[in-house]
């Protein structure tokens, strides 16, 4: 059974840095997938972060995210990283990360039914 599991949230400053990791299990190594971020604010939907590529070489963030978030992947440790800098009030969310099986070593996706494995996800609260 594939199994994502997100860490590394938390309470925070606004201005902070914080780094997500996101560490898949059950077999199945996270270079067989492209990957993804999303997240869901208080009452809000949820909404895409960011995704990156199976092979790692390509990412694509929510137009209104870029800048702060960055993605990256260690297919050798199976874990997915999101890098959030300059958090704001607004970043307050739990973080998800999920899977996408791709044959496409070099594709991103960012809609939510293009991923077959979700998360339980990571609760970040950023305080002013």
């Known amino acids: 059974q594939v199994q994502l599991i997100e860490s590394g949230g938390g309470l925070v400053q606004a201005g902070d840095s914080l780094r997500l990791s996101c560490a898949t299990s059950?077999?199945?190594?996270?270079?067989?997938?492209?990957m993804g971020w999303f997240r869901r604010a208080p009452g809000k939907e949820r909404e895409f972060v960011g995704a990156i590529s199976m092979s790692g070489r390509n990412t694509r963030y929510a137009d209104s995210l870029k800048g702060r978030f960055t993605i990256s992947r260690d297919n050798a440790k199976d874990t997915v990283y999101l890098q959030i800098d300059s958090l704001e009030p607004e970043d307050t969310a739990v973080y998800y990360c999920?899977?996408?099986?791709?044959?496409?070593?070099?594709?991103?996706?960012?809609?939510?039914?293009?991923?077959?494995?979700w998360g339980q996800g990571t609760q970040v609260t950023v305080a002013l």
């Open positions: 999920a899977a996408a099986r791709t044959s496409y070593n070099d594709l991103t996706y960012r809609t939510r039914d293009r991923y077959n494995y």
């Open positions: 059950g077999g199945v190594t996270s270079s067989d997938y492209a």
